[in-house]
């Protein structure tokens, strides 16, 4: 028989036991989440990760972190989308979709958006947030669309003002689908090269030039070796923001929300500091000798406008038309 010392000896044993479980269940619960895109260390998109990653940790209280992999360190894009669908790696960022749902390409039909404006109020509508929920069936959550921008043409050669300009010139482009056809209507020659390799690439003669958004062109030098470039606004892009859709459930409901809270957030963030960037950016290429030239789009829009039924006949021209009226209230 057990003499009392001897039973509450073993009640705070059993205690002790149990305190010790919870503790270890609680540490069991941190988790890291490992995140990964192409762009600089130094652009916004890694300030926007940075901020995400700062309040997913303050409203988790610690228990849920983000670790940040910039400047391709676990892979160019199309690589990070397949470690991201393999689980390998939890969150991507990034242009190249093919591994995730070919059509959400579709939103760099050419001269889709009007502005950052229509973009953004199409991203936030209920049409644009069921477009994005394709990735959901090929085991990606689509967390947000961050601008990857408008798009413009920036050479070695010459100032592009018309589509004859760019006959015959290698333009480097993303493994976009879209934009490989675009540029194929317009008369150049499309170059899907690794986003690390452009720069050595035009300062080789690779490629004669470049269809590049403004901030990756000032971020990665390119101005250095490609000194005119023409404001054409001829795409708009997406830099597809997306978490492995099994690790996205093994989430707690709160950590899921604190998640999804700071998506939004620095998405928020990030559009604000937009218009700010370019013109610092731009101010100080063209101190460098960078030489901006405006164009009609109308040129451009015409010649491109095949595009649409070329995309309409792997897509379904229904699935095409709708983007098209959802996107210009068309």
Not at 49 to 55: I, K, P, Q, Y
Not at 175 to 192: C, D, E, F, R, Y
Not at 198 to 204: D, G, H, R
């Amino acid at each position: 028989m057990f003499s009392f010392q001897s039973r509450k000896s073993l009640a705070v044993s059993a205690l002790t036991g149990l305190a010790l479980f919870i503790g270890a269940g609680s540490a069991m619960a941190d988790q890291t989440l490992r995140l990964a895109h192409a762009s600089s260390s130094d652009s916004l998109i890694n300030q926007a990760m940075v901020r995400f990653a700062a309040e997913v940790s303050s409203e988790t209280k610690g228990e849920l972190k983000v670790q940040i992999y910039p400047d391709g360190q676990l892979g160019d894009e199309a690589p990070i989308v397949d470690s991201v669908g393999a689980g390998a790696i939890d969150i991507g960022l990034g242009g190249s979709t093919d591994g995730i749902d070919p059509r959400l390409n579709a939103l760099s039909l050419p001269f889709l958006f009007k502005d950052s404006a229509a973009v953004h109020a199409y991203l936030d509508s209920p049409a644009g947030k069921t477009f994005l929920r394709m990735g959901e069936a090929h085991g990606f959550v689509m967390l947000s669309a961050l601008d990857s921008g408008f798009r413009q043409f920036a050479n070695s050669k010459h100032p592009i003002l018309k589509p004859a300009d760019l006959s015959g010139l290698k333009i480097r482009t993303p493994p976009n689908p879209v934009i490989l056809a675009t540029i194929k209507q317009l008369g150049a020659l499309g170059q899907s090269i690794p986003f690390g390799e452009v720069y050595t690439s035009l300062q080789s003669g690779v490629v004669d030039g470049v269809e590049p958004e403004l901030r990756d062109f000032y971020d990665q030098k390119w101005y250095e070796v490609a000194k005119n470039v023409s404001v054409s606004n001829y795409v708009w892009s997406a830099n597809f923001w997306f978490i492995n859709k099994d690790k996205y459930e093994s989430l707690s409901t709160s950590d899921r929300a604190a998640l999804d809270n700071a998506v939004a957030d620095a998405t928020v963030w990030y559009r604000s500091q937009l218009e700010a960037v370019y013109t610092k950016i731009q101010a100080e290429m063209q101190s460098k000798g960078v030489k901006f030239n405006e164009v009609d789009a109308g040129p451009f829009r015409e010649r491109t406008s095949p595009v649409y039924a070329q995309f309409g006949k792997v897509w379904g021209e229904a699935f095409v038309n709708q983007l098209r009226h959802d996107a210009q209230g068309q």
